[in-house]
């Protein structure tokens, strides 16, 4: 490989309106025997966008950036980065990735990895910035077997940026890190960002799609169900809750009250999603069943369980932390909300 050297632009320019996008998918499909783990997207990233890939396991997420980066071929539709194939683009230095397999190499510093990382690609930036990048310019002579958890995942991340690429793809980038490791992470990243670059990266956190991405893209099943910013994910999750002490009354007719679109009962409790709370409250008020009620706007939890069609209405078994992760009890019904619909 040609071993020229330039200097790293400071910022990129925003795109143009001619321009081929960053990332374009394009009915994108990939099936494992009968599983579709990508189910035909579409979707475009603007060069510029920082955009978070959301979903539970085996949503898709790692399939779609295994195509997007040419890990894997679709079995129908196309991936294009730049207007060009993922392989040429990744060869020229273009995409930078991190990946969630990925071993250290012990025994060298970590200036001589990134070093020997630039050094393979075509115009690479220079070691210096992409460890002031990554935050390692201070652990730039440590051995790499010698790092923290948060420290190997930086060196990781100055591993991606070697190329000097302009589109950094992240798959879940701060699992296992701790809250410190990943704020420290995030920094980096928008200071990446900040220079025009595009970013995506998959996660199952919330509360870091809504943080740190532009947009946000929801995938459940293979498919997109939503697209857009963390409010319009809230509103698309449609109305408020109300919740209600029920002091023993029963829950038949709650589901009639005017506004409401869903009742779950925790315990004494029912919560009511309404698209007007007022009307419900005091539809409540006129039965008598004021104890302790609250009024909510919608959490992007609650959008995620709602646009990912998570089951809902005995309540015991909703998921309702942050963190989608594993052994979430929830079933899949994928056309809840059809895709960019909450755009
Ligand atoms: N190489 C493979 N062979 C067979 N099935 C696979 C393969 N890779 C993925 N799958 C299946 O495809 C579906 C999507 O998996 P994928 O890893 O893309 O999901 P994910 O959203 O990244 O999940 P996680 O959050 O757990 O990493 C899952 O049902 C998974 O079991």
């Known amino acids: ?31 494992f025997g009968a599983v579709r783990a990508v189910a035909g997207i579409d979707l475009d990233v603007r060069r510029g966008e920082t955009v978070a890939l959301l979903g539970r396991n085996g ?18 539709g196309s991936v294009r980065l730049f207007g060009e194939s993922p392989d040429r683009a990744v060869r020229a230095g273009r995409i ?9 190499v012990p025994r060298i510093t970590v200036r001589e990895l990134i070093g020997f990382v630039a050094r393979t690609y075509p115009a690479p930036m220079p070691v ?33 940026l070697a190329g000097n690429p302009e589109l950094i793809v992240l798959d879940e980038p701060t699992a296992a890190l701790d809250v410190e490791a990943r704020r420290a992470f995030w920094e980096s990243m928008r200071g990446y960002a900040r220079r025009g670059n595009t970013v995506l990266f998959s996660t199952h956190y919330l ?67 309404t698209e007007d709370p007022d009307a419900t409250v005091v539809a409540l008020a006129g039965l008598g069943a004021v ?31 942050s963190h989608i992760g594993a052994g979430t009890d929830t079933d899949t019904h994928a056309d809840t909300l059809s895709a960019g619909s909450a755009r």
Not at 96 to 104: D, I, K, P, T
Not at 128 to 153: H, K, P, V, Y
Not at 210 to 229: E, Q, S
Not at 249 to 264: A, D, F, I, S
Request: glycine residues 12%; aromatic residues 2%; charged residues 25%.
């Open 1 to 31: 490989m040609t071993q020229t050297t330039r200097t790293a632009p400071a910022t990129r320019a925003a795109q143009p309106p001619h321009e081929e996008p960053a990332i374009r998918f394009r009915h994108a499909a990939k099936s």
């Open 59 to 76: 949503a898709g997420k790692s399939t779609a950036i295994s195509l997007l980066l040419g890990l894997d071929e679709p079995d129908a």
């Open 96 to 104: 930078g990735a991190m990946l969630q397999e990925g071993r250290a």
């Open 128 to 160: 210096a910035e992409a460890l002031e990048l990554a935050g390692l310019t201070e652990l730039a002579g440590r051995r790499i077997d010698r790092l923290s958890g948060g420290q190997a995942q930086r060196v990781r991340f100055a591993v991606a």
């Open 207 to 273: 509360e870091e799609a809504d943080a740190h991405a532009d947009r946000i893209v929801v995938l459940d099943a293979g498919r997109i169900v939503a697209d857009g910013t963390g409010e319009q994910l809230r509103r698309a999750a449609g109305g408020s809750l109300v919740s209600v002490d029920l002091a023993g009354r029963p829950t038949e007719g709650l589901g009639e009250l005017p506004g409401v679109v869903c009742v779950e009962v925790r315990g004494d409790r029912a919560r009511l999603r």
């Open 291 to 321: 104890r302790g009620i609250e009024v909510t706007a919608p959490s992007l939890d609650d959008a995620f369980l709602a646009l990912t069609g998570s089951r809902t209405g005995t309540g015991s078994h909703v998921d309702t932390g």
